[in-house]
């Protein structure tokens, strides 16, 4: 079993910067995949960025690539995305999630079976 806790949302203007984490709460030790992923009113849950098992590399949507980076904190078990220059087409809510040992590539929503509750990014002018 996986549990899963974001934090570090709010409100800041256009060029800002905020810094997700997500709690990682495992039953046992196991090897996941884990992104973050966002979603808009009205719109999909989008990939975001994610990262593989042992955070030997990392892929990024276009829209947030240069922009974002993402990062476990194996000591911590703590994933982090770091949102700098932040727009207001990046205002969502946005969510940490857990998948499989391997993830087809671009990661879609149902690939993850273990999600964190979200927490709102609201950017503006």
């Known amino acids: 079993q996986v549990q899963l806790m974001e934090s570090g949302g709010g409100s800041v203007q256009t060029g800002g910067s905020l810094r997700l984490s997500c709690a990682l709460t495992m039953s046992s030790p196991t090897m996941l995949t884990l992104a973050w992923f966002r979603q808009a009113p009205g719109k999909e849950r989008d990939w975001v960025a994610v990262?593989?098992?042992?955070?030997?590399?990392?892929h990024y949507a276009d829209s947030v690539k240069g922009r974002f980076t993402v990062s476990h904190d194996k000591a911590k078990n703590t994933l982090v995305l770091q949102m700098n220059l932040l727009e207001t087409v990046d205002t969502a809510l946005y969510y940490c999630?857990?998948?499989?040992?391997?993830?087809?590539?671009?990661?879609?929503?149902?690939?993850?079976?273990?999600w964190g509750q979200g927490t709102q990014v609201t950017v503006s002018a």
């Open positions: 990262i593989s098992p042992g955070g030997a590399s990392t």
């Open positions: 999630a857990a998948g499989p040992l391997w993830v087809p590539h671009p990661p879609r929503p149902e690939f993850f079976h273990y």
